[in-house]
């Protein structure tokens, strides 16, 4: 099956603003959650965001609530991850998700299949 494909990420200031977005084939994206994990550097991949397909509800990880938006454009099979007022913290590498069949929104790596290579965020001034 196709790999998403991550692409939006660069270099963002403090307090600023950088949209990520998530490019998947018609055939995988439909009917799938979708999810957005992060590595930091020096720690393990983390959960950041999901959504699922219908009904639609997101999850998000306490350290991006109401920072973070995740989205999806079912006409375009992207989905996209919006962030707001950036933290240092926030560096690392993105990367977008696929879960599996069936599979709700979830913040477990086990319940994705697919997985795209990663683009890389840095925070810094």
């Known amino acids: 099956q196709m790999q998403p494909v991550e692409s939006g990420g660069g270099l963002g200031q403090p307090g600023g603003s950088l949209r990520l977005s998530c490019a998947t084939s018609?055939?995988?994206?439909?009917?799938?959650?979708m999810g957005w994990f992060r590595q930091i550097p020096g720690k393990e991949r983390e959960f950041v965001a999901a959504?699922?397909?219908?009904?639609?509800?997101?999850y998000y990880d306490d350290s991006v609530k109401g920072r973070f938006t995740i989205s999806r454009d079912n006409a375009k099979n992207t989905v996209h991850l919006q962030m707001h007022s950036l933290k240092p913290e926030d560096t690392g590498v993105y990367y977008c998700?696929?879960?599996?069949?069936?599979?709700?929104?979830?913040?477990?790596?086990?319940?994705?299949?697919?997985w795209g290579q990663g683009t890389q965020v840095t925070v810094s001034s």
């Open positions: 998700a696929v879960a599996r069949p069936y599979t709700t929104s979830s913040r477990h790596e086990a319940d994705y299949d697919s």
């Open positions: 018609g055939p995988i994206f439909n009917s799938r959650a």
């Open positions: 959504i699922s397909w219908s009904p639609r509800s997101e």
